[in-house]
Nanobody, 116 residues
Framework: QVQLVESGGGLVQPGGSLRLSCLAS????????LNWYRQAPGKQREFVAA???????IYADSVKGRFTDSGHNAKNTMYLQMNSRKPEDTANYYC??????????WGQGIQVTVSS
């Protein structure tokens, strides 16, 4: 059974940095595209960042230049580095694994709040 567990969320001041981690179990994440989404209160879940198996990255315009999807390491963990945080970045953040044959899997989400 594939499970994804996010960590690293919390409260950060505007302009600050935070790194989210997503630990996968039950599968080898190197075969997947590694994606991040977020959902703010009262809004739909939106795409944040993605990194393909070949290393190509895509970012939402709202986070481009501030966030980095840094892929995964040997510990089966993926990361999202978030710099220059803004209050509008406040949301629940979700990691996602996606591969056409292996399937799509979501983490349970983790809260990130940007506030002074």
């Amino acid at each position: 059974q594939v499970q994804l567990v996010e960590s690293g969320g919390g409260l950060v001041q505007p302009g600050g940095s935070l790194r989210l981690s997503c630990l996968a179990s039950g599968t080898n994440i190197s075969i997947y595209a590694l994606n991040w989404y977020r959902q703010a209160p009262g809004k739909q879940r939106e795409f944040v960042a993605a990194i393909g198996r070949g290393g190509a990255t895509i970012y939402a315009d709202s986070v481009k230049g501030r966030f980095t999807d840094s892929g995964h390491n040997a510990k089966n963990t993926m990361y999202l580095q978030m710099n220059s945080r803004k209050p509008e970045d406040t949301a629940n953040y979700y990691c996602q694994l996606d591969e056409s044959k292996a399937g799509t899997y979501w983490g349970q989400g983790i809260q990130v709040t940007v506030s002074s």
